[in-house]
């Protein structure tokens, strides 16, 4: 009974079921009781059978077990029927539940954020004896959200970036915004707001500190003073506790650096942007405490995504006073004069601005913290970068042609305080290379495709990762079709045998990939990184540029002289699990 007096106390209490149907969450409870019963009659009807034979009362000529067994079949009968109606209606209540979720998009972000602040409850201020008093309570909240369900479309690169600007069309971005003016979306979208809360969050630290981050390298503790930048980190291993009290305490922001390097959707977000940009990307995570505010108005070299994570941040913008800038600056906010916009990034919103773009933001005073990421790309990804990346190299190889740009400079000329005597020489070799740089396919050599693809993540995956190591399929032969896999992580270029170093050094081309890309360095300055890949003669460049345009080809179609050649260059590639054999 005391089962029984339970399910009416779960009746009672949930109005919203009080219907015809039985509610999901009272069925197993019903089930349980109507089991109880029955199984407390069937022990009573056979005790009370075997009593009366022990006695050997005169009883009719019966049969009892019979009747008993037909009403343990029933009853048996009946209890299975019981469950099948649990599992239909459970089944019923969470695709229904499944389809609500689905048009109204409904998850709770306040039982978020009391669960965030219950992990890490904030302490009160000291009372006036000045002692401090223990962490505030707080309710347990249960969640009832369904978090971190994926509202990017990682089908491809566009498709991810055009989820990420969403609702703005790709087209109207690069027309009217790319290294422009800034972009606001203000979205009021519960299910994406829970996304970007997953992709870092403020109780993330404390699992993160106990892998070994340090002050510096990993973290920096930050904090606003009079207009400028005040570093709080200590010396060595970054301690969760220390990082809090800062935190709480003297209101510091927390930078975290690179975050992608642990954070597995991060790096799943940022792979697919290098692919898309086909340049570095690389992101910082900013917490900052109610009332504070981290870094002094600046501007920086890099164009940025804002993704707000956490809390809410007041932003304010003004215009560039260098445009597309190539270096980081403070400026003086006495110069700053009035915000060209100001406005409060929530938890769902997206905020894009061009390098050059003066910005402050902090947390405003009475709110939970503030958590967003900042994602950067185009770093000395300019015109003028690639010319002075590929003018080298072309002015090598005109050089080997060309007498006159083996010529010596006049007697002195280094010596001279001006050179204006040379400028119609210098402009007639400029004209040189610009008619051999005219109409020219010839692939161009290019240290930043090298340094790209060098430093620049591995392909996402899930698991250990053997496919990107491993080859795997059939062995490529002369009669095989192949195409290529991992194109977007892969890049020709041409340039000198660097194991020759005589002034005879033959052209060769280079296949530089990342797939065997360390994810753990990613974007983190002076540290050391080697480069994969393959190295051919010359010669086979027009054979790699057909395997590089085609969606499939066959191996004895390779423009390259003799089959030996065909073989070992698709054997060369397979091994570095560039290609497939179909």
Not at 124 to 145: D, F, H, I, T, Y
Not at 306 to 324: D, M, N, S
Not at 334 to 339: E, I, M, Q, T, Y
Not at 409 to 421: D, H, K, N, R, Y
């Amino acid at each position: 009974m005391g089962n029984i007096s339970q399910s009416k106390k779960r009746k009672g209490k949930e109005k919203s079921n009080e219907s015809f149907w039985v509610c999901k969450s009272e069925l197993k409870g019903y089930v349980t009781d109507f089991v109880t019963i029955i199984n407390v009659r069937n022990h009573h009807s056979a005790d009370h059978v075997r009593n009366h034979h022990w006695h050997g009362a005169s009883m009719p000529q019966v049969s009892y077990v019979k009747a008993v067994d037909v009403y343990l079949w029933v009853s048996s009968l009946f209890v299975f029927l019981l469950v099948i109606v649990y599992a239909a209606v459970n089944y019923l209540t969470t695709v229904e539940e499944q389809e609500q979720f689905k048009k109204k998009g409904k998850i709770y972000i306040s039982s978020l954020l009391c669960l965030e602040h219950r992990t890490m409850p904030k302490k009160v201020k000291p009372p006036e004896n000045g002692k401090e008093e223990g962490p505030v309570p707080r309710k347990q909240v249960k969640v009832e959200a369904v978090g971190g369900a994926s509202t990017l479309n990682f089908d491809s690169p566009s498709s991810l970036f055009e989820s990420l600007i969403s609702p703005i069309k790709t087209e109207t971005f690069f027309k009217e915004f790319w290294e422009k003016k800034p972009l606001l979306i203000q979205r009021d979208d519960p299910a994406l707001a829970t996304y970007y809360q997953s992709l870092f969050k403020l109780t993330d630290l404390k699992s993160l500190c106990s892998q070994g981050l340090y002050y510096g390298r990993d973290v920096n503790v930050c904090r606003c003073v009079n207009g400028k930048k005040k570093v709080l980190n200590k010396d060595g291993k970054v301690h969760f506790l220390q990082l809090r009290k800062d935190f709480d305490q003297k209101k510091a922001t927390i930078q975290f650096h690179q975050p992608q390097r642990f954070k597995d959707e991060l790096w799943r977000v940022q792979e697919k942007l290098e692919c898309y940009f086909g340049s570095l990307v690389g992101s910082n995570v900013y917490i900052t405490p109610a009332g504070s505010q981290g870094l002094p108005p600046h501007y920086d070299d890099v164009e940025v995504f804002i993704l707000q994570l956490e809390g809410e941040k007041h932003w304010r913008l003004y215009p560039p006073t260098v445009a597309l800038a190539r270096e980081y600056s403070v400026e003086s906010e006495a110069r700053l004069g009035a915000p060209t916009h100001e406005f409060i990034l929530k938890p769902g919103d997206l905020l894009y601005f061009p390098r050059g773009t003066i910005h402050q933001a902090d947390t405003p005073p009475g709110l939970a913290h503030s958590a967003h990421v900042t994602i950067s790309t185009y770093q000395n990804n300019s015109w003028g970068d690639f010319l002075l990346d590929t003018i080298s190299g072309l002015v090598f190889d005109t050089a080997k042609e060309d007498v006159e740009f083996r010529s010596g400079i006049p007697l002195q000329l280094l010596m001279q305080v001006e050179t204006s005597a040379v400028a119609t020489r210098l402009s007639g070799f400029l004209r040189t290379l610009a008619e051999r740089l005219e109409g020219t396919k010839e692939l161009l050599s290019s240290d930043m495709k090298k340094d790209f693809v060098t430093h620049r993540l591995p392909p996402y995956y899930v698991g250990d990762g053997t496919e990107l190591s491993t080859p795997g399929g059939k062995l490529p032969r002369l009669d095989s079709i192949v195409r290529l896999q991992f194109k977007e992580h892969i890049i020709l270029t041409v340039g000198p045998d660097q194991s020759q170093f005589d002034e005879a050094q033959e052209k060769m081309v280079y296949v530089y990939h990342s797939l065997r890309n360390r994810r753990d360095t990613h974007m983190m300055g002076n540290v050391e990184t080697e480069s994969h890949g393959l190295r051919f003669p010359f010669s086979h460049v027009d054979a790699l540029k057909q395997i590089w345009n085609s969606s499939a080809i066959s191996v004895k179609n390779l423009k390259l002289t003799t089959d030996e050649e065909k073989e070992n260059l698709v054997l060369s590639l397979w091994t570095e699990c560039l290609i497939e054999v179909l």
